[in-house]
């Protein structure tokens, strides 16, 4: 829950988010401006997850949802922090699934998401390089 005025000083939703990461983006947002979190220990709520769009089920990580992180990421922390944060993900993906294999467990996650991870941070960073590489020149102004 939070209260109005809150909203009218951070402003709404970020509407470039879809699904994932909204919320995040917006506690985020609250935490920056000075605003308060309390927790109400006595409080219980029930969270039906993924209901809305049968993550649990996935076989592959959806693009909006890579879309949605890799957006929350570098418009909160910048591109080296991202960079970093999804290298993180990799690597720790990598060992977690390693020792599920060693003590032949199922795995939660897609099948191919750490690929899809992967993929997706390439596909993104290639795509920012070669529009900044063939971006017209900037010129100035001689004095």
Known sequence: MMR???LEEI???DEGFFLYFEETDLCRRAAL???PTDYVLESRVV?????STGMK?????PEFWLDSRLRYFVKNHG???TCAATLALLAGGGLWRARLLIQRKDRGDPPLYLR???RHALKKAFTSLFRRASAPA???PVA
Not at 57 to 61: D, M, N, P, T
């Open 138 to 140: 900037q010129t100035r």
């Open 79 to 81: 591109s080296a922090y």
């Open 33 to 35: 401006a000075g605003w």
């Open 11 to 13: 402003g709404l939703f």
């Open 47 to 51: 969270h039906i997850g993924s209901a």
């Open 116 to 118: 899809d991870l992967t």
């Open 4 to 6: 109005w005025k809150v």
């Open 57 to 61: 089920e996935w076989e592959r990580i």
